[in-house]
């Protein structure tokens, strides 16, 4: 059952163990981990390709569960989204990283942003805008430090009100990024249409860029996409210096990736910014 892997988790994946978290998230397990402190932010730091300089930071979160070890996200977020239990746990992830972002962004890193996950049942709620705005209060965080990575998903109950939901959020000064881009199906229809500012290309088109042709083409096409549309393109996934130069040639303005960090706690992150600035080339 327990498989030690890639990314430092224990893995879970037969279905026993499956049934076993569903239950754990069932029974109110979620709510409590919350309230026990089981949940943690980490970061991972986001590279501008011309200069290697920081750019932002993409606040994952992790569950830290007593008996089980580190939960992978991509095991509780989709239950947490079918059960509800997400709404609480997106706000957590909200508190947390905005005041976080404080000082990674105001104290540490001038211009960057900190990047949260949008969670589809959370930004389809009326109140989402009002609830960003609340955490903008409580925190004193400057709005264009705030990026929000947003995923297709969002879109397909009601896009007029997600295109004015993501309006709003614009008009604060709130930077919004497409996630996963070029998995969905509906990607160049919509493109057009969202008031966006950054397109994140998936770590599936990224893993064989330098050995399959057409995933080559893609990423280069979907680059130039976005520059003709005035966007900011992101990689992520980027493991190797061939892949970065494979980018870079191609210019994509950042990168995010194991190459240069994997996912991080914050004071682990406080440490890197500072070896990272002392870099030879930096
Ligand atoms: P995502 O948004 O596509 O996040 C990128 C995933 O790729 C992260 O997995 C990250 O750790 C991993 N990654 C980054 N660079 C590399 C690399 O170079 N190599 C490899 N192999 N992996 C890399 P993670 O942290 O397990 O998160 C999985 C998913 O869970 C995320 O996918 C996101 O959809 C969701 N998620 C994570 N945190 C949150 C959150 O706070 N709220 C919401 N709603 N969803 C979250
Ligand atoms: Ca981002
Ligand atoms: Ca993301
Ligand atoms: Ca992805």
């Not at 991972?44 to 070890?69: D, S």
């Not at 995923?151 to 996630?179: F, H, M, P, V, W």
Request: glycine share 6%; with cysteine.
């Amino acid at each position: 059952a327990k498989q030690h892997g890639r990314n430092d988790y224990q893995w879970y994946t037969d279905d026993l163990t499956q049934r076993v978290h569903e239950r754990l998230i069932l029974r109110g397990d979620l709510q409590q981990a919350i309230e026990l402190g089981q949940f943690e932010l980490y970061y991972q730091p986001q590279v501008a390709v011309h200069n290697g300089q920081m750019c932002g930071f993409e606040a994952l979160l992790r569950w830290n569960h007593p008996e089980r070890g580190m939960i992978s996200p991509s095991i509780f977020i989709p239950m947490a989204e079918a059960t509800g239990q997400i709404i609480a746990l997106s706000e957590w992830v909200f508190k947390r990283a905005c005041r976080d972002a404080v000082m990674l962004c105001t104290k540490l890193t001038e211009g960057a942003a900190v990047a949260i996950n949008v969670s589809p049942l959370h930004f389809q709620r009326s109140s989402f805008v009002a609830f960003i705005q609340r955490m903008l209060d409580d925190s004193g965080l400057d709005p264009q430090c705030l990026e929000l990575e947003v995923t297709e998903g969002l879109l397909l109950n009601n896009i007029e009100d997600a295109i004015d939901t993501l309006q709003e959020l614009k008009d604060k000064g709130i930077k919004i990024a497409i996630d996963d881009f070029g998995t969905g199906f509906s990607s160049l229809n919509y493109l057009k249409r969202l008031p966006i500012d950054k397109v994140k290309i998936d770590k599936a088109f990224i893993d064989d860029v330098n050995e399959d042709g057409r995933d080559a083409a893609i990423v280069q096409s979907i680059i130039s996409l976005a520059h003709n549309l005035q966007l900011t393109v992101i990689a992520e996934g980027v493991e190797t210096d061939e892949q970065l130069a494979f980018l870079a040639k191609h210019d994509c303005d950042e990168i995010q990736g194991y190459l240069f960090a994997r996912p991080m706690p914050f004071g682990d992150l406080i440490r890197w910014i500072s070896q990272w600035r002392q870099r030879p080339e930096g």
